[in-house]
């Protein structure tokens, strides 16, 4: 027998994890570059423009969440298009492996 929470407990479960999570992506991969750049600013010389750099890293960061959005959304649609097709004739009204109804 699993553990059973009220349904009034599951988004601000959920919340909290999403928020665990974030926080640890953030140390992990904020912290790092924002780093590497006060390194390189106390390295180079003062009338050094900064705004190429901080251009590169935002269009990278774009362009990288882009395209993991873009395989995580794909593969989403994979599991869910199974599902429909798993759930023909069964009498369900959503898909058999992402259904949330009782």
């Given at each position: ?52 750099c ?10 990288s ?38």
């Amino acid at each position: 027998m699993g553990l059973v929470l009220p349904e009034s407990w599951v988004l601000p479960l959920t919340m909290l994890v999403a928020d665990f999570a974030s926080g640890i992506h953030c140390l992990g991969m904020c912290g790092g570059i924002v780093g590497a750049f006060s390194a390189r600013r106390a390295l180079s010389p003062a009338d050094t423009p900064e705004w190429p750099c901080h251009l590169a890293f935002n269009a990278g960061r774009i362009a990288s969440y882009t395209a993991a959005g873009t395989v995580v959304g794909r593969a989403l649609y994979r599991v869910e298009s199974l599902g429909r097709r798993s759930s023909r004739g069964s009498g369900q009204q959503c898909p058999q492996v992402i259904c949330l109804r009782r």
